[in-house]
C-alpha cells in the first residue's frame, strides 16, 4: 500500500488501517471456511497470532460464523472454544452467548 495514490485519501493512514483490518478479518474467515473441517479444536490465541487480530475480534469472528451456520461445530468444539475463552465480558452477556450456542449445537445434532 506504498502507491501515491493513497495519500490523495482524507485521513489516509486511517483509510489503510482499516483496509489492513478488514483484510485480516476476511482472511481469518477464509482460512476458517477451508481448514475447519480438518481440525477438532482451535485456539483464539493461536488465530490471533496467525491473523495478528486481537482475540476479541477472533471471537467476534468466530461466534458469528457459528451463529450464522457458516462454520459448523461440534458440541465438543463449543465447550473447548468456550474454555479457551479469556475475555472479561459481563455475566449477562455470557449466559446470552451461552444459550445461543446451546440452542445452535443441539438443533445440529
Known sequence: MSIQVWDLFYNSSSVRDMIK??????????????????????????LAS???LDKAVVHSIVSKMIINEELM???NFVLTFVT???LHIRF???VHWMHVVVLHTSQQC
Open 21 to 46: 483490518q478488514k483484510i485480516q478479518e476476511e482472511s481469518l474467515r477464509t482460512y476458517l471456511f477451508s481448514y475447519s473441517s480438518v481440525y477438532d479444536s482451535l485456539s483464539l490465541d493461536i
Open 73 to 75: 461445530v461440534s458440541r
Open 84 to 86: 479457551q475463552l479469556q
Open 50 to 52: 496467525m491473523f495478528e
Open 92 to 94: 449477562d452477556t455470557a
